[in-house]
């Protein structure tokens, strides 16, 4: 079959080949891939960023989000059949989403939302379980909180907000002028557009920061916790709790630790706290979230649908900065949008 493979960490290492089709475990559904998109977790991972505790072995195939057909299920499968429509935040070392086939784990998969095509549901697993595994297991936002979501027009931050507003809270988000109407429209409360304004300067007493940006951004996002108040940076910089996760070696989490002491020792002064977070794989929550997609409590935004023979220009794309609001998914299907 045909796939986009990292057959060496760095920029230039991913190309396409032709690599055998998967095979099948016990405990395994094979997807017959309909699209796919890209996050930015596929350039760190692509450049090695995570390889000390993700030990892939190359060659393998990239990819983190997939949508499409079941063609074949596992002995021991038993919720899910051939031919059963369905999407998937594969979990970590079992990614392959670049590719026209994949194997995956029966607790990683869901059924596709029957009110998105599959381009839309391949836009969703990766955003929508983080933002569920922030905002409800890891903040439990109730109503009535303040909640501020950093880059509000992205994939993540797109979702976030339509979330938070599901669970009640008053929602905040920093974006700049060309998409300040699709936030609003997602439900942001307030919008500011960080070309004009210094988000720091114009916020107070929030609950819980999501942030996607890491550096002077999540430094600055403390200070507009309330007392007791949390931020949580998905760029960055990760602690201990993330060595925890990966079951990594107890001196991998000193290092975390070491490389998050800064801004944790600035959260302890102001009285606030700062958590990495990396997103879990999870089919269960898929199922939750494909409920709420139905009801229309949630939608995709997507930026631009590229063909699978296109998947470097569409990494590319995404790398230089192209993409207005949202995520940029590959299509197995003739033609682009």
Do not use: C
């Amino acid at each position: 079959m045909k796939a986009f493979v990292v057959e060496k960490y760095g920029r230039d290492g991913l190309r396409a080949t032709d690599v055998r089709e998967p095979t099948v475990g016990d405990g395994d559904v094979l997807v017959r891939v309909s699209a796919a998109s890209i996050n930015p977790l596929d350039k760190m991972v692509r450049n090695g960023e995570f390889k000390r505790l993700l030990k892939y072995r190359l060659p393998f195939v990239l990819g983190h989000d997939v949508a499409g057909i079941v063609t074949q299920v596992g002995s021991a499968v038993r919720d899910l059949t051939v031919g059963d429509e369905v999407y998937a935040r594969p979990r970590d070392l079992r990614i392959g989403g670049f590719a026209e086939f994949i194997a995956i784990d029966q607790d990683d998969v869901a059924p596709k939302p029957q009110s998105l095509t599959p381009r839309e549901a391949a836009a969703v697993p990766l955003v929508a379980l983080a933002a569920w595994q922030i905002l409800v297991d890891r903040a439990h936002v109730m109503p009535g909180q303040k909640v501020l979501i950093h880059a509000g027009a992205g994939g993540l931050g797109s979702t976030a907000i339509q979330l938070a507003k599901h669970l009640g809270a008053t929602v905040a988000t920093t974006t700049n002028t060309r998409t300040e109407k699709l936030v609003r429209s997602l439900g942001a409360d307030i919008v500011v557009d960080y070309t004009k304004e210094d988000f720091s300067k114009v916020l107070s007493g929030y609950d819980l920061v999501l942030d996607s940006l890491g550096g002077a951004n999540l430094e600055k996002s403390l200070t507009v916790l309330k007392p007791g108040g949390l931020a949580i940076g998905v760029a960055g910089p990760p602690d201990a709790g993330f060595a925890r996760q990966l079951d990594a070696p107890s001196f991998m989490g000193m290092a975390m630790n070491a490389l998050s002491r800064k801004v944790r020792k600035q959260a302890k002064a102001l009285g606030v706290r700062y958590e990495f977070f990396f997103m879990q794989a999870s089919g269960a929550q898929l199922r939750e979230l494909g409920a709420l997609y139905d009801s229309g409590r949630l939608r995709p935004v997507i930026d631009r649908t590229f063909p699978f023979d296109q998947t470097l220009e569409a990494m590319a794309y995404v790398e230089q900065g192209r993409t207005t609001a949202g995520k940029v998914v590959i299509s197995m299907a003739p033609g682009s949008d």
